[in-house]
């Protein structure tokens, strides 16, 4: 472990330097590591561990996204299998199903979890939440996750670019004696860029907290309220969707991932950084009592409920598609889509 200065805080995390790949290659020589599922995590973490030389199946219930599987070069009754077969050929065992479809599926892979088996996730909502999952791994079985900070389609993505997301792992279970590094190699696997320590309870708190708000809910909500007062106010589409989005997609936020904050200011004129610095301050005290909100929200597990109860609905893709073609309908999108279409990369 590495000991970094975060700000003040002294944190041990494990870097690619310290924890090679060849040395995570050598840990899991042995294991055959079943992906179950091949949604969005399932296709970035498995196409990353087979790049990366581990020996790697992939479980898929048929229909499309089996398909999918066979185009990104998984061979039916080789790397390929139904769910059943692929829990019972691997030996760590990728439970990478929407986590409300965990729920449908645990009996299935508890009865594959044999004895020196291990059950790894890339979220701590099944376990931490057993009450309201039924997933409660049997005593025998390394239980660990490693949950990647991004979505599955940015870590293939990053991975093929040779970079690489930063990962949580944390050990619930530690049968063999091993978890710890088996847990660490699987982060170095699927192309983590750096891994930091966290347990079950914490991740799964601080991903829900964090994807509802400032990574998803309150990122769209602060542009829907910006773009409707402009729009409100008589400026155009255009003007308003490069005011409030195109402009800190484009520009603006690429200068914060490279530098930080201030450096970015910094790039601004003094008359942005004057207005930036007096209006931040409103903008974290008009929000943080939601944040606030949010927070006790997952703490007292009512966004797991929500999540489990909408999740396990027949029709709950039917309903989330509806949702989506809101958003992605309304004008603010609908202007962000022809602003797209103009960029000269695309021209
Ligand atoms: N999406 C991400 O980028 C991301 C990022 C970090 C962590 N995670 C976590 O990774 C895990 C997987 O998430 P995901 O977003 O990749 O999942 P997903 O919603 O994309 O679903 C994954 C797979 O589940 C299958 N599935 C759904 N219902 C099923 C059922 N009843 N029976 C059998 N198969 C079924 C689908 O066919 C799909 O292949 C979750 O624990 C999630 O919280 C996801
Ligand atoms: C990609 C996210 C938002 O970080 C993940 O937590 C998820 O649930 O998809
Ligand atoms: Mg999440
Ligand atoms: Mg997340």
């Given at each position: 472990m590495a000991t970094i200065n975060f700000g003040g805080v002294e944190e041990q995390v494990v870097t690619r330097e310290e924890f090679p790949l060849e040395k995570a290659r050598e840990v899991l020589a042995n294991e055959t590591i079943a992906v179950i599922g091949y949604g969005v995590q399932g296709p970035g973490q498995s196409l990353n561990m087979r790049d990366n030389g581990f020996n790697v199946i992939v479980g898929q219930r048929k229909g499309k996204t089996y398909d999918k599987a066979i185009a990104d070069g998984w061979v039916p009754g080789e790397t390929l299998f139904e769910i059943e077969e692929a829990l019972e050929k691997g030996?760590?065992?990728?439970?990478?199903?929407?986590d409300a479809a965990q729920i449908e599926l645990w009996p299935t892979v508890k009865a594959a979890l044999k004895p020196g088996k291990s059950l790894y996730f890339s979220h701590g909502f099944g376990v931490t939440y057993k009450e309201k999952t039924g997933i409660v791994p049997p005593t025998d079985v390394d239980v660990f996750l490693v949950a990647p900070k991004g979505s599955g389609t940015s870590l293939r993505r990053l991975f093929v670019e040779g970079k690489g997301l930063n990962s949580s792992f944390a050990i619930y279970q530690d049968a063999s004696g091993n978890a710890r590094t088996k847990a660490i190699a699987m982060g170095i696997g699927v192309g983590s860029g750096y891994l930091f320590e966290t347990d079950f309870y914490k991740e799964v708190t601080s991903d829900l907290t964090g994807e509802r708000g400032t990574l998803m809910g309150a990122i769209q909500g602060i542009f829907a309220a910006q773009y409707e007062v402009l729009r409100a106010n008589g400026h155009s589409p255009s003007e308003a969707f490069n005011e409030t989005v195109e402009e800190l997609t484009q520009s603006l936020m690429p200068l914060v991932a490279e530098n930080g904050m201030d450096w970015m200011y910094a790039n601004c004129s003094t008359t942005a950084q004057r207005g930036a610095l007096d209006w931040w301050k409103p903008f974290h005290d008009a929000t943080k009592p939601v944040f606030e909100k949010l927070y006790n929200s997952v703490k007292s597990q009512e966004q797991a409920e929500i999540s489990i109860t909408r999740n396990s609905q027949p029709d709950y893709r039917e309903k989330l598609e509806i949702e989506l073609a809101e958003l992605r309908d309304s004008e603010m999108w609908q202007a962000g889509k022809a602003v797209r279409s103009l960029r000269p990369e695309r021209s």
């Open positions: 030996t760590i065992i990728c439970f990478l199903l929407s």
